[in-house]
């Protein structure tokens, strides 16, 4: 089995940073597939970023260019730097890992806690 732990997040205004953070633990391949997806009220939960193993990352369009996904391999770990956020990415952001970058959430079988970002205008 494998675990996630997350940490980061919290609340911020408008323009501010946050970063999550999200350890794998367990039996974790060499390779995999790690990120966020957030869900905001009422709303799907997409994508916000993910990254295969030494690939480039993607991002969503709505935080392309503000949010920057990186990884630790050697720590299982991947980090989350989001900046001038906006009151529309206020969302709970779960950390996922897989053997490859399903889509579709429902593919994903190892969630973290998730964590709340709160962005106030």
């Known amino acids: 089995q494998v675990q996630l732990v997350e940490s980061g997040g919290g609340s911020v205004q408008a323009g501010g940073s946050l970063r999550l953070n999200c350890e794998a633990s367990g039996r974790v391949k060499d390779s995999y597939c790690m990120g966020w997806f957030r869900q905001a009220p009422e709303k799907e939960r997409e994508w916000a970023a993910r990254?295969?193993?030494?690939?480039?990352?993607y991002y969503d369009p709505s935080v392309k260019g503000r949010f920057v996904i990186s990884e630790e391999n050697d720590k299982n770990t991947v980090y989350l730097q989001m900046n001038s956020l906006k009151p529309e990415d206020t969302a709970m952001y779960y950390c996922?890992?897989?053997?490859?970058?399903?889509?579709?959430?429902?593919?994903?079988?190892?969630w973290g806690q998730g964590t709340q970002v709160t962005v106030s205008s």
């Open positions: 996922v890992i897989g053997k490859y970058c399903y889509s579709s959430s429902d593919m994903f079988t190892h």
């Open positions: 990254i295969f193993t030494g690939n480039t990352p």
